[in-house]
């Protein structure tokens, strides 16, 4: 049996309408989040359309939680938001050995980027990186430009709100 997490995965951007019930299902069924704060369950298909409609008219991201997720990776749902260009940020917590992570992906990405991080889901960079840096040949204003370079390489973007686009209607024998 793998070790439980706590984590939290926040989703944008634009779905397509025919995925949503595939969502919906993932959220309940398979995944069986919460939304946006612990104890607060998705219970049924209704509840769960109920919370990202709420989303929606508030042009937000969805969050869903688990404090007790296997493996601390919801892949299942992250591989449903690479299929559908949701970006997403995931945030795992850690303990004992494993150190707390963020993970994400955005659509033209190629794969998903994961680092180690504080557990509120701030980016951690290892001494020797930085040690390298400012040990390296160059002036002091490079070492600034490659430490904010660093920085923009690991720190994920903000999610956008989610949206569902509308479903396009198709011409007659189309």
């Not at 209704?46 to 969805?62: D, F, H, N, P, T």
């Not at 591989?79 to 994400?104: D, Q, V």
């Not at 980027?113 to 390296?136: K, M, Q, R, Y």
Request: net charge negative; proline share 6%.
């Amino acid at each position: 049996m793998s070790d439980r997490f706590a984590v939290s995965i926040e989703i944008g951007g634009v779905l397509p309408q025919e995925a949503l019930d595939e969502l919906i299902d993932l959220v309940v069924g398979e995944v069986g989040l919460g939304r946006e704060q612990w104890g607060s369950y998705c219970e049924d298909s209704e509840e769960a359309m109920g919370y990202i409609r709420g989303c929606i008219e508030a042009g937000k991201s969805l969050v869903f939680v688990d404090d007790q997720l296997a493996g601390g990776e919801f892949d299942e749902l992250e591989e449903f938001c690479w299929t559908h260009g949701l970006m997403f940020l995931a945030n795992c917590s850690g303990k004992y050995e494993a150190p707390a992570n963020i993970r994400w992906w955005k659509p033209r990405m190629e794969e998903i980027v994961e680092c180690v991080s504080t557990p509120e889901g701030e980016p951690v960079f290892p001494a020797s990186e930085i040690l390298e840096i400012l040990n390296a040949e160059g002036t002091d204003n490079w070492r600034v430009e490659a430490v904010r370079e660093l920085i923009r390489e690991n720190k994920p973007p903000e999610v956008p709100p989610f949206e569902i686009a509308e479903a396009t209607a198709q011409a007659p024998g189309a």
